[in-house]
C-alpha cells in the first residue's frame, strides 16, 4: 500500500493541519441500539470544501490531478475516481494522489465502470460508482477487500453520496 507516501510534503502538511484542527475522527463502527449498520447523507460541499453528515463535519482537500478527481476527508477517506471513463477500460486501477484507485466489486449489469472500488489508503471504504450518476455511496467494510471474509454488504457505516446542489460527484466522461 502507498497510502499519502508519495504525496508531495506541502500536501502531507495540508491534511496534517486539516486533521489537527477537527476532532472528527472516523468512528469504530457506528451502529443503532439495534446493532444495525449507520446509514446517513454524505454532502460534499464543493465551495466550502466540507463532508458534513448528521454526526460529523470534515474539511476536505482537493487532491484532484489531470486524470483523476479527488477529494480527501482526512482520516475517514478519499472519494476519487477518473475523469475518463476510457481510463478503467481493460484496467483494475488507477493511480491517484492518495493511493491507487482499485477495481474490487464489478457491476457489469449497470454498464461499465459501474461497481465497487476502494482507494489504497482507506482499504475498508468501499466507493459505489454508477456511470449515469457518478459516485454515489462509501461504505465502511468490516474486512477489506483483499481479506477472504470481504462482503461488500457487511458494513458499519452507509454514506450516501451527494454534492451541496444535490448533483452526484466524480461522473466520469
Known amino acids: 500500500m502507498r497510502g499519502f507516501q508519495h504525496l508531495p510534503l ?9 486533521c489537527a484542527g477537527c476532532a472528527t475522527t472516523a468512528p469504530s463502527g457506528v451502529t443503532d441500539a439495534a446493532g444495525r449498520s449507520v ?13 458534513t453528515t448528521a454526526r460529523w463535519t470534515a474539511e476536505t482537500v482537493d487532491c484532484s490531478d489531470q486524470d483523476v478527481l479527488c477529494l480527501a476527508i482526512p482520516n475517514r477517506m478519499a472519494l476519487a475516481f477518473p475523469r475518463s471513463c476510457g481510463a478503467l477500460i481493460g484496467a483494475t486501477r488507477v493511480s491517484t494522489r492518495v493511493g491507487d484507485l482499485i477495481e474490487v466489486a464489478p457491476a457489469p449489469h449497470l454498464a461499465p465502470p459501474s461497481g465497487g472500488y476502494v482507494v489504497s489508503a482507506f482499504p475498508n471504504v468501499l466507493l459505489l ?6 459516485l454515489t455511496e462509501a461504505r465502511v467494510v468490516r474486512h477489506p477487500p483483499s481479506d477472504p471474509d470481504f462482503d461488500p454488504n457487511d458494513h458499519s457505516e452507509r454514506y450516501f453520496i451527494r454534492t451541496s446542489t444535490g448533483e452526484g460527484i466524480f461522473k466520469c466522461s
Do not use: C, K, P, R
Not at 39 to 51: D, F
Open 39 to 51: 446509514s446517513e447523507a454524505l454532502v460534499i460541499n464543493l465551495a466550502a470544501g466540507t463532508a
Open 129 to 134: 460508482y454508477n456511470i449515469n450518476v457518478g
Open 10 to 18: 506541502t500536501w502531507l502538511a495540508a491534511l496534517g493541519l486539516l
